[in-house]
C-alpha cells in the first residue's frame, strides 16, 4: 500500500509536470501566432498604406487630365470659362 | 512472514521516496547553486541569445488638400543594409550584390568600404520587390533587406514651395513639412521578440510590445484643382511671354483661407535634389517687390475715405508729363484731364501722384501701414517677409508722390492679394491661414485652426462699395484689364506693371518689369480673390499687366468660381458693350 502511495506520488508529479510542458508549449504557439499575426497586421498596413498613395496619385487633377488624354476624352472647361 | 514481507515492501518504499528526495535535493541544491552564482549571468546571455528589441517606426501622418486629397503621404519601400563588421571580404560582397541589381560596381563598392565598422550600413535605398528577392536568395552574407517608411508626394510639383520635403531619414527640412514636423512625425514604438535558435522571430516577449503613435494628418484650405489650374496658367504665361518666373495666390476674401499658392518655375519634391535650393522658396511671402500700378487702389480708397477727393472730380493729367519740384512725373499714355475714377481706370500715375500730395505723407503712412502693408500679414507660415515700408521720418517729397503710383515701397504677394480683400469683404482686413485642422490618425479633429470673422475695419463700407462697384469694375470692363473679363461673373481689379528696381538702389533696370494682377469676383457677392505676378516677361512679346498677367486671373478665376459651383451673375450691359480689343494699358 505504502509503495502504491509512492507510485501514486510519483505518477501525480509527472502528470502535474506533464501539464505544465503541455501549458507551456500552448502558450509558446499561441505566442507564436500572435507573432505571426503582427507580423502580417504590418505587412496589411503597410499594403494599404502602398494603396492609399495610389489611389492619392490617380486622384490627383492632373492625373485624371492625363487619364482623361489618354483615353481620348476632352476636359470640358468650366462654363464660366468660356469667351465673353 | 508477513510481518517480514511488510517490513520489507516499507523499506522498498522508504528506499525508493528517499532516493527520490535525495535526487530532488541534488537537484535544487543544483538550481540553487546555478541561480545563485551564475543566475544573472546566465539570464544576460540568454536575453542577448534569445531577446531582440526592435524599433517600430510610426507612419509620418499626410498632409492634405482642403478635400482630403493627399499632397504628401508615406509608403514603405525596401531597402538594401549591410553589417560591414560581419562581412569577410566586403568588395567581394559588393561585386556580388552590384551584379544582383545589374549595376555598376562602382556605386556600391566605395561606400561598402568607406563604412568601416559600422553595424548598419544602408546601402541602397527603394530597391524593387523583385530586386529584393534576388538578394535575398542570392544570400550573401552580411548584407540584408528591410522595410522603411519613405515620403513621397503624388501630386508631384503641385504646391510643392508650400509642402516643402524632408530628409532621407524622414525629417521635414523645408515648407509645411518642416513647420508641422512636431505634429507630422508621431511617436516611435519598440517589441521585443523571443528568437529561436535560428534567430528566426518566435514571439513576442511579455509586455514587449508598445505601438508607435503614428503622426498626425495636417488639412490645408488649399484646394488642388484650384491649385493645379492656377499653376497650368503660370506656366503657360512664363512660357508664352518667355518671363524669368510667376506667383500666384488664390484666397477666400471673406475668411482669409488660401486655395492656391504657387510659384513656378517649381521643383518636385520627389527628387528635390535634382532643383536649385532657389525654386524652394515660397516667393508669394518671402519675396517683396515694388507693386506698382496695384497699389493705386489703396492710396485712391484712402482719399475718398479722407474726403480730399471726390467721384467725378477732375484733375488735370498735364498730358503725360508733370514737373513736380525737381521730377518730372510722366504716365504710360498722355491724358489732358481725368475724373478720380478715371485715374485709376487708366492708371495715371501723374493723378495718382496729385492725390497723394493731397493726403500728405502722415496720412499716407497712416493708410499704408492700415492695409496691412510693412509687416508680416501673420499667416501660419515661416519665413514671411513683412515686405519695406520706411519711417514716416524717412520719405521726403518724393515718397508723397511715389508712394501712390506703387515706388519706393516693397510689398508681398501676400500682402497685396490680402489687402486687395478688403475691396470684396466690406473693408475688413483678413488674416490669411493656409493650416485648417490637424487630425488624428483615426480622423479626430486636434486642432481646428478656423479662425474668427475679421474685425479691423481698414476701410467705411460705402468706400468699398464705390471703390469696387464704380471704378475697380471699370478697370476690368473699360480700362486695362479687359482681357480679364468673364462671361458669367463680373470682375474687378486692378493692373500693374512695375519696374524692377537695380540691386544696390540707384534707380531701374532697363525693361525689366513685374506684370501682375490682383482682381475678385464675383463683385455682386465676392468668392475668390487673385493675384497673379510675372517676372521678367519679354518686353517684345509683353509687358503690361493687362495683357500678361489678366489672362492668367481670368483663367483662375474662371476655372475656380465654376467648380466651386459659385451662382453665376449677369454682365451689366456696359460689361457686355465693352470692347474685346488688344489692351495695352498697365
Same mark, same amino acid.
Given at each position: 500500500?505504502?509503495?502504491?502511495?509512492?507510485?501514486?506520488?510519483?505518477?501525480?508529479?509527472?502528470?502535474?509536470?506533464?501539464?505544465?510542458?503541455?501549458?507551456?508549449?500552448?502558450?509558446?504557439?499561441?505566442?507564436?501566432?500572435?507573432?505571426?499575426?503582427?507580423?502580417?497586421?504590418?505587412?496589411?498596413?503597410?499594403?494599404?498604406?502602398?494603396?492609399?498613395?495610389?489611389?492619392?496619385?490617380?486622384?490627383?487633377?492632373?492625373?485624371?487630365?492625363?487619364?482623361?488624354?489618354?483615353?481620348?476624352?476632352?476636359?470640358?472647361?468650366?462654363?464660366?470659362?468660356?469667351?465673353? | 512472514?508477513?510481518?517480514?514481507?511488510?517490513?520489507?515492501?516499507?523499506?522498498?518504499?522508504?528506499?525508493?521516496?528517499?532516493?527520490?528526495?535525495?535526487?530532488?535535493?541534488?537537484?535544487?541544491?543544483?538550481?540553487?547553486?546555478?541561480?545563485?552564482?551564475?543566475?544573472?549571468?546566465?539570464?544576460?546571455?540568454?536575453?542577448?541569445?534569445?531577446?531582440?528589441?526592435?524599433?517600430?517606426?510610426?507612419?509620418?501622418?499626410?498632409?492634405?488638400?482642403?478635400?482630403?486629397?493627399?499632397?504628401?503621404?508615406?509608403?514603405?519601400?525596401?531597402?538594401?543594409?549591410?553589417?560591414?563588421?560581419?562581412?569577410?571580404?566586403?568588395?567581394?560582397?559588393?561585386?556580388?550584390?552590384?551584379?544582383?541589381?545589374?549595376?555598376?560596381?562602382?556605386?556600391?563598392?566605395?561606400?561598402?568600404?568607406?563604412?568601416?565598422?559600422?553595424?548598419?550600413?544602408?546601402?541602397?535605398?527603394?530597391?524593387?520587390?523583385?530586386?529584393?528577392?534576388?538578394?535575398?536568395?542570392?544570400?550573401?552574407?552580411?548584407?540584408?533587406?528591410?522595410?522603411?517608411?519613405?515620403?513621397?508626394?503624388?501630386?508631384?510639383?503641385?504646391?510643392?514651395?508650400?509642402?516643402?520635403?524632408?530628409?532621407?531619414?524622414?525629417?521635414?527640412?523645408?515648407?509645411?513639412?518642416?513647420?508641422?514636423?512636431?505634429?507630422?512625425?508621431?511617436?516611435?514604438?519598440?517589441?521585443?521578440?523571443?528568437?529561436?535558435?535560428?534567430?528566426?522571430?518566435?514571439?513576442?516577449?511579455?509586455?514587449?510590445?508598445?505601438?508607435?503613435?503614428?503622426?498626425?494628418?495636417?488639412?490645408?484650405?488649399?484646394?488642388?484643382?484650384?491649385?493645379?489650374?492656377?499653376?497650368?496658367?503660370?506656366?503657360?504665361?512664363?512660357?508664352?511671354?518667355?518671363?524669368?518666373?510667376?506667383?500666384?495666390?488664390?484666397?477666400?476674401?471673406?475668411?482669409?483661407?488660401?486655395?492656391?499658392?504657387?510659384?513656378?518655375?517649381?521643383?518636385?519634391?520627389?527628387?528635390?535634389?535634382?532643383?536649385?535650393?532657389?525654386?524652394?522658396?515660397?516667393?508669394?511671402?518671402?519675396?517683396?517687390?515694388?507693386?506698382?500700378?496695384?497699389?493705386?487702389?489703396?492710396?485712391?480708397?484712402?482719399?475718398? @475715405?479722407?474726403?480730399?477727393?471726390?467721384?467725378?472730380?477732375?484733375?488735370?493729367?498735364?498730358?503725360?508729363?508733370?514737373?513736380?519740384?525737381?521730377?518730372?512725373?510722366?504716365?504710360?499714355?498722355?491724358?489732358?484731364?481725368?475724373?478720380?475714377?478715371?485715374?485709376?481706370?487708366?492708371?495715371?500715375?501723374?493723378?495718382?501722384?496729385?492725390?497723394?500730395?493731397?493726403?500728405?505723407?502722415?496720412?499716407?503712412?497712416?493708410?499704408?501701414?492700415?492695409?496691412?502693408?510693412?509687416?508680416?500679414?501673420?499667416?501660419?507660415?515661416?519665413?514671411?517677409?513683412?515686405?519695406?515700408?520706411?519711417?514716416?521720418?524717412?520719405?521726403?517729397?518724393?515718397?508723397?508722390?511715389?508712394?501712390?503710383?506703387?515706388?519706393?515701397?516693397?510689398?508681398?504677394?501676400?500682402?497685396?492679394?490680402?489687402?486687395?480683400?478688403?475691396?470684396?469683404?466690406?473693408?475688413?482686413?483678413?488674416?490669411?491661414?493656409?493650416?485648417?485642422?490637424?487630425?488624428?490618425?483615426?480622423?479626430?479633429?486636434?486642432?481646428?485652426?478656423?479662425?474668427?470673422?475679421?474685425?479691423?475695419?481698414?476701410?467705411?463700407?460705402?468706400?468699398?462699395?464705390?471703390?469696387?462697384?464704380?471704378?475697380?469694375?471699370?478697370?476690368?470692363?473699360?480700362?486695362?484689364?479687359?482681357?480679364?473679363?468673364?462671361?458669367?461673373?463680373?470682375?474687378?481689379?486692378?493692373?500693374?506693371?512695375?519696374?524692377? @528696381?537695380?540691386?544696390?538702389?540707384?534707380?531701374?533696370?532697363?525693361?525689366?518689369?513685374?506684370?501682375?494682377?490682383?482682381?475678385?469676383?464675383?463683385?455682386?457677392?465676392?468668392?475668390?480673390?487673385?493675384?497673379?505676378?510675372?517676372?521678367?516677361?519679354?518686353?517684345?512679346?509683353?509687358?503690361?499687366?493687362?495683357?500678361?498677367?489678366?489672362?492668367?486671373?481670368?483663367?483662375?478665376?474662371?476655372?475656380?468660381?465654376?467648380?466651386?459651383?459659385?451662382?453665376?451673375?449677369?454682365?451689366?450691359?456696359?460689361?457686355?458693350?465693352?470692347?474685346?480689343?488688344?489692351?495695352?494699358?498697365?
Amino acid at each position: 500500500m505504502t509503495t502504491f502511495r509512492a507510485l501514486l506520488v510519483l505518477f501525480m508529479m509527472v502528470t502535474v509536470g506533464v501539464v505544465i510542458v503541455v501549458i507551456r508549449q500552448e502558450s509558446a504557439k499561441a505566442a507564436n501566432r500572435i507573432q505571426g499575426l503582427h507580423h502580417q497586421k504590418i505587412t496589411l498596413e503597410q499594403s494599404l498604406w502602398t494603396r492609399e498613395l495610389e489611389l492619392a496619385r490617380l486622384r490627383g487633377p492632373e492625373a485624371i487630365r492625363h487619364r482623361a488624354d489618354a483615353l481620348g476624352f476632352e476636359v470640358v472647361p468650366p462654363a464660366a470659362n468660356r469667351d465673353p | 512472514m508477513d510481518a517480514l514481507r511488510s517490513r520489507s515492501s516499507n523499506f522498498a518504499a522508504h528506499a525508493l521516496i528517499g532516493t527520490v528526495m535525495v535526487a530532488l535535493l541534488v537537484l535544487v541544491g543544483r538550481l540553487v547553486y546555478i541561480n545563485t552564482y551564475h543566475g544573472p549571468r546566465l539570464i544576460a546571455k540568454a536575453h542577448r541569445q534569445q531577446r531582440s528589441h526592435v524599433p517600430l517606426q510610426p507612419r509620418r501622418g499626410f498632409i492634405v488638400d482642403g478635400r482630403g486629397r493627399i499632397i504628401a503621404g508615406t509608403m514603405p519601400r525596401k531597402s538594401v543594409f549591410a553589417d560591414p563588421k560581419v562581412i569577410p571580404n566586403k568588395e567581394a560582397a559588393a561585386l556580388k550584390l552590384s551584379e544582383v541589381l545589374q549595376i555598376d560596381p562602382g556605386e556600391i563598392v566605395p561606400d561598402l568600404l568607406a563604412a568601416g565598422e559600422h553595424r548598419f550600413f544602408v546601402i541602397r535605398r527603394g530597391v524593387s520587390e523583385e530586386e529584393a528577392e534576388r538578394i535575398k536568395q542570392a544570400g550573401i552574407y552580411g548584407l540584408g533587406v528591410f522595410t522603411e517608411p519613405y515620403r513621397t508626394y503624388p501630386m508631384n510639383s503641385l504646391a510643392a514651395s508650400l509642402i516643402g520635403f524632408v530628409s532621407p531619414d524622414g525629417v521635414g527640412v523645408s515648407g509645411l513639412e518642416h513647420q508641422c514636423d512636431s505634429w507630422l512625425r508621431g511617436e516611435n514604438g519598440a517589441k521585443t521578440i523571443i528568437r529561436d535558435a535560428g534567430r528566426k522571430a518566435f514571439w513576442l516577449a511579455d509586455g514587449g510590445y508598445r505601438p508607435a503613435r503614428d503622426g498626425f494628418h495636417v488639412v490645408l484650405t488649399i484646394d488642388l484643382e484650384v491649385q493645379a489650374k492656377v499653376e497650368r496658367e503660370l506656366e503657360a504665361t512664363v512660357q508664352k511671354y518667355q518671363a524669368e518666373s510667376a506667383v500666384a495666390i488664390v484666397m477666400h476674401p471673406m475668411t482669409g483661407a488660401i486655395l492656391a499658392m504657387a510659384n513656378y518655375p517649381g521643383y518636385d519634391p520627389n527628387n528635390y535634389r535634382d532643383f536649385s535650393t532657389v525654386r524652394y522658396r515660397n516667393r508669394t511671402i518671402t519675396d517683396p517687390y515694388e507693386p506698382g500700378s496695384t497699389f493705386k487702389p489703396f492710396i485712391a480708397a484712402a482719399a475718398l @475715405a479722407e474726403g480730399v477727393v471726390r467721384l467725378g472730380e477732375v484733375f488735370d493729367c498735364e498730358r503725360g508729363a508733370w514737373q513736380d519740384g525737381p521730377r518730372t512725373l510722366r504716365d504710360h499714355h498722355p491724358h489732358d484731364y481725368l475724373s478720380f475714377e478715371e485715374i485709376l481706370i487708366k492708371s495715371s500715375n501723374i493723378g495718382m501722384g496729385k492725390i497723394g500730395k493731397r493726403l500728405g505723407n502722415e496720412r499716407l503712412h497712416h493708410y499704408v501701414k492700415a492695409f496691412g502693408f510693412g509687416e508680416k500679414t501673420g499667416i501660419d507660415l515661416q519665413a514671411e517677409d513683412p515686405g519695406i515700408v520706411r519711417r514716416l521720418s524717412r520719405w521726403n517729397t518724393y515718397s508723397t508722390t511715389s508712394i501712390p503710383m506703387g515706388q519706393e515701397i516693397g510689398v508681398t504677394p501676400m500682402q497685396l492679394a490680402r489687402a486687395f480683400c478688403t475691396f470684396a469683404n466690406g473693408g475688413k482686413l483678413v488674416k490669411p491661414y493656409v493650416i485648417r485642422a490637424v487630425m488624428d490618425a483615426e480622423g479626430r479633429v486636434i486642432n481646428d485652426f478656423t479662425p474668427s470673422p475679421p474685425e479691423q475695419q481698414v476701410l467705411p463700407e460705402e468706400i468699398v462699395a464705390v471703390m469696387k462697384d464704380k471704378i475697380l469694375c471699370a478697370v476690368v470692363n473699360q480700362g486695362g484689364a479687359r482681357s480679364a473679363r468673364l462671361a458669367n461673373y463680373q470682375v474687378f481689379g486692378k493692373t500693374g506693371t512695375a519696374q524692377i @528696381a537695380k540691386k544696390g538702389g540707384g534707380g531701374y533696370e532697363p525693361n525689366a518689369y513685374v506684370s501682375s494682377f490682383v482682381a475678385a469676383a464675383p463683385a455682386g457677392d465676392p468668392e475668390l480673390v487673385a493675384f497673379v505676378a510675372v517676372r521678367r516677361p519679354k518686353k517684345a512679346l509683353g509687358y503690361y499687366g493687362g495683357k500678361v498677367a489678366a489672362p492668367a486671373v481670368r483663367g483662375i478665376l474662371g476655372h475656380a468660381l465654376a467648380y466651386l459651383q459659385v451662382t453665376p451673375e449677369p454682365m451689366s450691359q456696359e460689361a457686355l458693350t465693352a470692347l474685346s480689343e488688344d489692351v495695352d494699358a498697365d
